[in-house]
């Protein structure tokens, strides 16, 4: 198989680690007989530096004409201490997701059993989770329009939901659902919010169309608890793009560490594949990094775009080993880790492609 | 001391357990010599079916007659499972929250010791946390414009801030700050939203005039994500309506159960006293909710409205007590609680009183 990969490393630790994510992809292209190529293309910060344009339009053009996308991370603490500076990376990401139509973010939450130990939760509460999030990408708060008043004194930003948008990230979630073990669970705050009441309705109607599938509604603030106290009840989770990225988050803590995360965002073209993990300027360059997220990332690449079921497993195996060979990098570690086997991105990266 | 206070027990199990604040509230008057009158009022779906109305005018005259307001929860499955419907319970509440300009809302996760080992996260994980947060309860997406296209395929919500709310409660915050361990986070999504800018600059600006007072600022995400892997971390959390609806709810699970949890909202004038778990219809009648989190909204009211801290904390006491003798409801007991000594609604309230 022939593929273009456009890989963008994005900021701070988003360096590193797509770093690993690409030779993953590298090797699996050798071992399978596949013909990778890859291009790299700035955004964010990176880009900001450069071009002053956080997604120039080279970046976007490159991304058009690639199979997939293999990002890294954005942000920057510069302007998160600095809320009045008008560029800012995050726009960068945002744009591409729109430009590209990736409206539906999957989030699987991957439970590796040697990891285990490593979250705040108790092992006998995690153990047998497994959950995949439809986040909704190119709506909500994060697109509608924002306002200051020009005394600068009210600030305010519309969070808006079409219908279509509800309708066709619904249909993914559900036909996800009916995969897995049929169970979906919708997130809103129906009982306060116009947008979630549309969002509600409008996931009732699609789920006469799956009858096969078990729907529930649930409330944000009870599915924040209810993802702790008993995060065995959830399969698919369908949510909107704010609730999605609190959530998310949220529910990293059920793998163990953000650095395990990986995502896929897809939608009328390209997929987009990143770790759910931000850029970690603390940490950025100083080889601590967990590359794990960003090897993820490559599978799901491997399996949702081009298809590849087989070339993800092995990734997925290759993961899986170093874990059971008691390799971590320090995100991940413990209290029973081998001290000697606490690795660095590079350490780890290594370990997990040999 | 002569207090006039206000029941509204509202819907679900609010019924039940507000009886049992109020009980702990005349028993508290009894044992110092206080005078505590008390009126009951209607709101919610309990409002609806009698008045047409969640928020009755008699109750909101009411309200602003009394000393200080002891409510119990609100909402109905009905109206959960049909978002067209007009007229809505939760209505009510958001309305009397404005209507009293209860800007300021407090939840304290509170940290019984004897119920580390209820909570789905790890007991040293726990031990040792005490936050206060401060959520934003008269702003935000929750009282900004709503509206619906006329083809209905379109529906939106103003998420709106100006400055003066984030400075009222902002200094709120800060002042608590100093009398706890001068360590304030702030939460808001800065990096997307423009009302959470202003929210930052705003507690940027605060800051300055509570130099004692150390200050961090953290994205949502991030803090969904680190209050379940390091809860020890926060101390006083401030932020605004929407993400504090999450972050207290998933908070509760720090705390053992939401059945643990009161809260409190003040602001310009009369104090409003609330568990934060919601009406639990599924379990309402049953004698099974737990009365606690009543119980100890009644505490705050003590504390907080009728500056009583030596009532309050035989209030807190009496329940830590229950809990020290191995008494518990459903929601909080596990496997090493005694069988015999899980109680009803009723008979916890009773053992709390006693
Ligand atoms: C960086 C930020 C804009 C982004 C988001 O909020 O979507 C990130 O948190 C994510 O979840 O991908
Ligand atoms: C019932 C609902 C309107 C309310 C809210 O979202 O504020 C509740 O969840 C709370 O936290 O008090």
Same mark, same amino acid.
């Given at each position: 198989?022939?593929?273009?990969?456009?890989?963008?490393?994005?900021?701070?630790?988003?360096?590193?680690?797509?770093?690993?994510g690409?030779?993953?992809?590298?090797?699996?292209? +050798? =071992?399978?007989?596949?013909?990778?190529?890859?291009?790299?293309? %700035? $955004?964010?910060?990176?880009?900001? #530096? !450069?071009?002053?344009?956080?997604?120039?339009?080279?970046?976007?053009?490159?991304?058009?004409?690639?199979?997939a996308i293999l990002f890294?991370?954005?942000?920057?603490?510069?302007?998160?201490?600095?809320?009045?500076?008008?560029?800012?990376?995050?726009?960068?990401?945002?744009?591409?997701?729109?430009?590209?139509?990736?409206?539906?973010?999957?989030?699987?939450?991957?439970?590796?059993?040697?990891?285990?130990?490593?979250?705040?939760?108790?092992?006998?509460?995690?153990?047998?989770?497994?959950?995949?999030?439809?986040?909704?990408?190119?709506?909500?708060?994060?697109?509608?329009? +924002? =306002?200051?008043?020009?005394?600068?004194?009210?600030?305010?930003? %519309? $969070?808006?939901?079409?219908?279509? #948008? !509800?309708?066709?990230?619904?249909?993914?979630?559900?036909?996800?659902?009916?995969?897995?073990?049929?169970?979906?669970?919708?997130?809103?705050?129906?009982?306060?919010?116009?947008?979630?009441?549309?969002?509600?309705?409008?996931?009732?109607?699609?789920?006469?169309?799956?009858?096969?599938?078990?729907?529930?509604?649930?409330?944000?603030?009870?599915?924040?608890?209810?993802?702790?106290?008993?995060?065995?009840?959830?399969?698919?989770?369908?949510?909107?793009?704010?609730?999605?990225?609190?959530?998310?988050?949220?529910?990293?803590?059920?793998?163990?560490?953000?650095?395990?995360?990986a995502s896929a965002s897809?939608?009328?073209?390209?997929g987009f594949y990143e770790?759910?993990?931000?850029?970690?300027?603390?940490?950025?360059?100083?080889?601590?990094?967990?590359?794990?997220?960003?090897?993820?990332s490559a599978?799901l690449m491997?399996?949702i775009s081009?298809?590849?079921?087989?070339?993800?497993?092995?990734?997925?195996?290759?993961?899986?080993?170093?874990?059971?060979?008691?390799?971590?990098?320090?995100?991940?570690?413990?209290?029973?880790?081998?001290?000697?086997?606490?690795?660095?991105?590079?350490?780890?990266?290594?370990?997990?492609?040999?």
């Open positions: 198989m022939k593929k273009h990969i456009l890989v963008i490393p994005g900021d701070g630790i988003g360096q590193e680690v797509t770093q690993w690409k030779a993953a992809l590298a090797q699996i292209a +050798k =071992n399978f007989g596949h013909e990778f190529t890859f291009d790299e293309a %700035l $955004m964010g910060h990176a880009a900001i #530096e !450069v071009t002053g344009n956080p997604l120039p339009d080279e970046t976007l053009e490159k991304a058009r004409k690639s199979d890294g991370a954005i942000g920057h603490a510069m302007y998160d201490n600095d809320p009045s500076l008008k560029v800012r990376p995050e726009q960068g990401l945002l744009k591409i997701r729109k430009e590209l139509g990736l409206y539906a973010n999957l989030r699987p939450i991957l439970l590796f059993d040697e990891l285990l130990e490593a979250s705040s939760i108790k092992a006998h509460i995690l153990q047998g989770t497994d959950i995949l999030f439809f986040r909704e990408l190119t709506g909500d708060v994060y697109f509608g329009e +924002k =306002n200051r008043s020009e005394d600068r004194n009210t600030a305010s930003d %519309l $969070m808006i939901y079409h219908k279509y #948008e !509800v309708e066709r990230i619904a249909h993914k979630a559900y036909q996800a659902a009916q995969q897995r073990s049929k169970r979906l669970c919708s997130v809103d705050k129906a009982n306060v919010l116009e947008s979630s009441r549309l969002w509600r309705e409008t996931v009732q109607e699609i789920a006469k169309q799956y009858p096969d599938v078990e729907t529930e509604h649930m409330f944000i603030d009870n599915a924040a608890m209810q993802l702790i106290k008993n995060p065995k009840k959830f399969d698919v989770v369908l949510t909107a793009n704010l609730f999605g990225d609190i959530l998310t988050d949220e529910a990293s803590q059920i793998a163990g560490s953000m650095g395990m995360l897809v939608g009328d073209g390209v770790p759910i993990h931000g850029s970690a300027h603390d940490i950025a360059g100083k080889n601590l990094a967990n590359p794990l997220a960003s090897i993820l599978a491997l399996e081009f298809g590849l079921p087989e070339e993800a497993k092995t990734l997925v195996n290759a993961v899986d080993k170093a874990l059971k060979d008691g390799y971590r990098t320090g995100d991940i570690a413990d209290n029973n880790t081998d001290a000697a086997k606490v690795l660095g991105t590079q350490e780890m990266g290594e370990k997990v492609l040999s």
